[in-house]
């Protein structure tokens, strides 16, 4: 017989992504409708071992499903990854009648989750929250959708200038080990070259595509780099080589940094996070554990979290072709 499950935590850990406001909303009124407690834990995993708890219910998350951040704010707990930690979170978790968890956060957060699960047999879920898109079993992470859309509003402001000034703009984005930002906003913004960690595209290569460009009678051009690209060391190295390679180019660098991370999530981002609230509670209901839920061909699947966490997501073959014919 499964245990019964009377009150839910739910938590965000690691960088904070729009959506993750909409994520709690979800689980803490989905807990309300199933007529199972909800308890907010503050600063994730650090939160859970200083037992920073709060009771949540459908009120509690009014007017917070269009906001950006966390209001469970986020942190990253060093202690959390000793088994003393992880002892006084669980001990925290018993005394406030807490039967299992949800935590909304990225592949370090879900390592934490399945360590916790298999030293106390605590069940919990993970919904995948991080712009980078880079965790697999789900096509879309929260805040990725969001992300897009910022970056591009960004790109497009900086070719007005690029073309204005018949400048060369190197725009380096998020994504240090996956290239899914850089790809999609590099084909929406009409970038004349995209670097991704993915696709070793080579000094050479880079100066070739540029001149053929230059050639063809473009004045100006957006090259959209991906932060972990490694072609070379830094953004700023990139713009040195080309201008001692091409001095005929005015070079500039634009680094989006974490602005790619806050704003107002968009309405996919909202639909998204509440789909998969809905699903972490409910398969928490139904006995399950130890899983992610994602968006897979557009249905709400779980993967467990070792596969999750362990999994490699691919670049869009495709995508990659596209950006070759549209850079002509």
């Known amino acids: 017989m499964l245990p019964k499950i009377n009150k ?3 938590l ?3 960088g904070d992504s729009p959506g993750m406001n909409a994520a709690i909303r979800s689980v803490v009124r989905t807990c309300a409708f199933h007529s199972i407690e909800c308890i907010g834990i503050y600063r994730g995993y ?3 071992i200083e037992g920073d708890f709060k009771e949540m219910g459908p009120r509690s998350v009014n007017n917070i499903v269009n906001k950006g951040g966390t209001i469970l704010k986020s942190a990253r707990s060093k202690e959390f990854m000793t088994a003393e930690g992880r002892k006084k979170a669980f001990d925290n978790l018993k005394k406030a009648g807490v039967d299992a968890l949800v935590v909304i956060g990225g592949d370090g957060s879900f390592t934490g989750a399945e360590v916790f699960n298999k030293e106390y047999g605590f069940p919990v879920m993970g919904i995948p929250g991080t712009i980078d898109n880079d965790i697999f079993g789900t096509s879309h992470t929260l805040g990725y959708d969001t992300a897009l859309n910022t970056v591009v509003e960004v790109i497009d402001k900086i ?5 204005s000034h018949n400048r060369l703009f190197f725009v380096e984005v998020m994504g240090r080990d996956a290239g899914h930002i850089a790809l999609n906003t590099g084909i929406g913004a009409g970038a004349e070259e995209i670097l991704i960690p993915e696709e070793d595209l080579g000094l050479e290569r880079l100066l070739e595509s540029l001149k053929k460009s230059k050639e063809s009678g473009k004045s100006s051009s957006i090259v959209v780099v991906a932060e972990g ?3 070379g060391k830094t953004v700023f190295e990139l713009k040195d ?3 001692e ?3 005929e180019y005015d070079v500039r660098v634009s680094v989006l940094g974490h602005m790619q991370r806050g704003g107002s999530p968009s309405c996919f981002d909202r639909v998204l996070a509440s789909r998969l609230g809905v699903k972490a509670v409910e398969s928490i209901l139904e006995g399950k554990s130890n899983f992610m839920v994602g968006l897979l061909n557009d249905k709400v699947a779980l993967t ?3 596969q999750a966490i362990k999994g490699h997501t691919e670049i869009d073959k495709e995508l990659l072709r596209v950006s070759d014919i549209m850079s002509t």
Do not use: C, F
């Open 229 to 231: 690209d490694k072609i």
């Open 304 to 306: 467990p979290l070792e």
């Open 241 to 243: 080589y080309v201008e």
């Open 12 to 14: 965000t850990s690691g």
């Open 245 to 247: 390679n091409m001095p």
């Open 46 to 48: 650090q939160g859970m």
């Open 159 to 163: 070719r007005d200038t690029a073309i």
């Open 8 to 10: 839910i935590g739910v």
